[in-house]
């Protein structure tokens, strides 16, 4: 919890942020209890998920999904719920049946 | 010392005519009664085009708080003025304002809480907020609410400290009591405000700012930490400001005002008006030969401990008046008398015999008569050494 952070003498007072943008250097993928695996064999980069996520954790490069920003993935499952895209193999990750992306425990 | 006019005016014109020298950049309030005749005479200031300020006429005093945090937030000397149930109306965002060290400046025209329904004064408005991180300065007269809201800008906006002063007067009895004042020249007070310094400003477009943002379990205690470290700066400061107010006005100020506690064994600690009728009863006993004292705290927020046990430490018995009930505290006392007791224990004085008197709530009068029989109580402790009943009530009906 400590490590790196400020101490009551040093941070800023009020709270204030001085910074602008600073709110990617706070990585709110420390909350997740939840996990979205993702298979890249069977994804038809239909990008619903890109569309759907609250928080700009799935990378598109060169119109293509690239991979999930953990460091900012919060795990509401919602990339999950959406994906259209029922796999015809068992998931690469998880080896279930189901969709191209899936839930699975952070423990 | 500055030539000064002397006027006859009532403590709320007193705060409105400090308001206009001042001239600030945003005032947002509403009217409540006794605070209204404040900002009723200050709007018509900003009507007249007498002041460059802003002025905001909310529809509520939760949002002339949050209209305060938004202004000073941009940057602006803010002030505000309430009373009461405006002030508990206020209290979420007296919080934020204090949190994010805004030195927003208000002033508090004291009056009870409702219900039942009562526009008279009492300190529970004021002392239900004494938790919410603003300093609390209080005013005994029309004239100390006047200098009061000239320091309390100083006070407020001083770099080593940039928090919020609630600037206190009795309702009524001083808001609207008419008395001598000597009012200052509007240069002179210019010149002792000086021009606002910004430290953090929204309206800063090449240093951008998150102000009031999220503040997790990571980082929230150290900024509460942080908080009430500025408490402890803020004496000296007080005590610098009110000393060159001194110089110009010939009138100083400090955390107290004290009457015979050089060798006081027995002593009334009591704030705001009724300091001025206790000074003249402690004045009268003091004369016949008894070694009573009078302190009349100007500041409870912070709250002046270890001066308090400077002053009380060596007294026999001690009665503290509270205009308020800290409800369900020990045997109902009030906030006065709690934090007192607590600074002596603290220090270890705990062998001062002291009682609290809860008196004058709902605008009840208090009179000489009142503050005699206190100090023939305190007499009566003193020769016995039984402290008797710990709370007790002046002018009630038993």
């Known amino acids: 919890m400590s490590e790196g952070l400020l101490n009551w003498k040093e941070v800023c007072p009020g709270g204030t942020v001085t910074e602008p943008g600073s709110s990617v250097a706070y990585h709110t993928g420390t909350w997740r209890s ?13 990008m619903i998920c890109w569309v759907y996520c609250p928080d700009m954790a799935i990378i598109v490069e060169d119109g293509r999904w690239k991979e999930i920003d ?3 993935c919060k795990g509401c499952g919602i990339c999950a719920e959406v994906c259209p895209v029922k796999i015809k193999q068992p998931h690469t990750v998880t080896g279930e049946m189901g969709k191209v992306i899936q839930m699975v425990s952070e423990i | 010392m500055v030539k000064q006019k002397i006027e006859a005016r009532d403590g709320a014109k007193c705060v409105a005519e400090a308001m206009r020298q001042i001239d600030p950049d945003v005032v947002a309030a509403y009217p409540i009664t006794p ?9 018509n200031y900003v009507a007249d085009g007498l002041v460059g300020t802003e002025f905001v006429a909310v529809e509520s005093e939760h949002a002339a708080m949050s209209a305060c945090v938004g202004a000073a937030s941009a940057g602006g000397r803010v002030m505000t003025a309430t009373a009461a149930n405006g002030l508990a109306l206020m209290w979420e965002i007296l919080y934020i304002a204090a949190s994010m060290h805004l030195p927003i400046v208000m002033t508090c025209v004291n009056r009870a809480l409702s219900a039942p329904l009562n526009i008279h004064c009492d300190h529970s408005d004021s002392m239900g907020a004494r938790d919410a991180g603003w300093i609390q300065l209080f005013a005994e007269n029309p004239q100390e ?12 906006e001083h770099l080593d400290l940039r928090m919020p002063v609630m600037s206190m007067q009795d309702g009524f009895i001083t808001g609207h009591g008419v008395e001598r004042v000597a009012l200052l020249p509007d240069e002179e007070v210019q010149r002792f405000v000086g021009s606002y310094q910004t430290t953090y400003s929204l309206l800063d477009i090449d240093n951008p700012l998150t102000m009031g943002a999220w503040d997790f379990y990571d980082y929230y205690f150290e900024h509460k930490r942080q908080q009430t470290a500025a408490f402890s700066r803020a004496f000296p400061i007080i005590e610098a400001v009110g000393k060159e107010y001194g110089e110009l006005t010939g009138r100083s100020y400090g955390i107290f005002d004290t009457l015979g506690m050089e060798d006081a064994e027995l002593a009334i600690v009591v704030l705001a008006s009724t300091a001025g009728t206790a000074r003249s009863v402690v004045r009268q006993a003091r004369e016949e030969g008894l070694k009573v004292g009078l302190i009349k705290p100007r500041v409870f927020r912070p709250f002046p401990h270890t001066q308090f046990v400077e002053l ?8 503290v008046m509270d205009r308020s009930i800290s409800f369900g505290a020990m045997d109902g006392a009030g906030p006065l008398y709690l934090e007192l007791a607590a600074a002596l224990f603290a220090h270890g004085c705990s062998d001062v015999k002291m009682v609290d008197y809860i008196y004058g709530l709902g605008g009840r009068d208090i009179l000489p008569g009142h503050i005699e029989q206190v100090i023939q109580d305190l007499q009566s402790i003193a020769r016995t050494g039984d402290r008797g009943e710990l709370v007790r ?6």
């Not at chain 2, 605070?35 to 709007?43: D, E, I």
């Open chain 1, 34 to 46: 939840m996990r979205p695996v993702h298979d890249m064999e069977q994804c038809t980069h239909c």
């Open chain 2, 393 to 398: 009530y002046l002018g009630l009906r038993e």
């Open chain 2, 145 to 156: 609410a006047y200098d009061n809201t000239i320091q309390a800008i100083r006070i407020a």
């Open chain 2, 35 to 43: 605070q209204t005749a404040v900002v009723q005479t200050f709007s």
């Open chain 1, 70 to 72: 953990y460091d900012h």
């Open chain 2, 312 to 319: 009380l430490g060596n007294c026999r018995a001690v009665a």
